[in-house]
């Protein structure tokens, strides 16, 4: 008796794991090509967050969740190494929504593992968020406008080599904020006018240069610059620590302890 409840009790603990990969159908779901070093991700119809970060592989989340590998068919997982282009994509057949794509590098720089990798963010309309999130170190972000073809949106230096990592195609309502982290960073928006930028310098003396379009400025802890004086309403915010920032005379400073107008 006590051994048929045990292979029972494994039959029904083997078909709770099987039923896993179909409940989570309408989640996010993921595949790794090989040959092309591709790694494809879809939004699930459900979703309104996604996370991709670097590690041992990468890695996804859906809605701050668990983490989660990428594999091709045949079992081998995506890594930063073996990766040259990322494309995440909305949910197919749902419309506009309001969705918020995380490309987060505070386990490790993705370019230091892989030079050539790139990421494609394909979510649509409807007020969708770029947060690219930072190290500990000093980091150097430049925001950009895509360039050449019918793209419109954001596009991301994030080592500021001149080369563009990061593009997403959106109208002109979407919004890109960098989360820098510790470390004396650089965030730099001064030719971004297609999109709205919030750039948060968190710990260190972090410079941050607004966009042509309204900004939410952060210099976080610390000692900051923030360069705003561009003609349009900005919210700048120096946080704790000296802070100096270049303004246009109807933006809305707190904790800016040296301005200049």
Known sequence: MR???TVIAGLLGAAAIAAVPSAASASADCSYDQATRTMNLRYGAADTNLLVTNGPTLQYSQGGGFLFSCFSTSGVPATAANTDKVVI????????AVQTTTIDEHNGRFLESNPKMQ????????????????TSGADRVRLLNQTGGLAIGPAVDLNYDGQVDV?????FDSIVQVNAGGGA?????STASVYQTVQL??????????????????????DD????????????????????ATLDLNDQPTSIEQPQF
Request: net charge negative; proline share 0%.
């Open 185 to 189: 960073d650089l965030i730099d928006a």
């Open 167 to 171: 593009r997403m195609t959106t109208g």
């Open 225 to 244: 610059q923030i360069f705003a004086k561009d003609g349009v309403i900005e919210a700048v915010n120096g946080g704790s620590g000296i802070d100096k």
């Open 119 to 134: 990421f494609f963010v394909f979510t649509g309309t409807g007020r969708d968020r770029l947060i690219v999130r930072e």
């Open 89 to 96: 994509k909305a949910a197919s057949g749902t419309g506009a």
């Open 201 to 222: 310098g968190e710990g260190g003396d972090d410079v941050l240069v607004g966009g042509k379009l309204g900004d939410n400025l952060n210099g976080g802890s610390e």
């Open 3 to 5: 051994h048929r409840r």
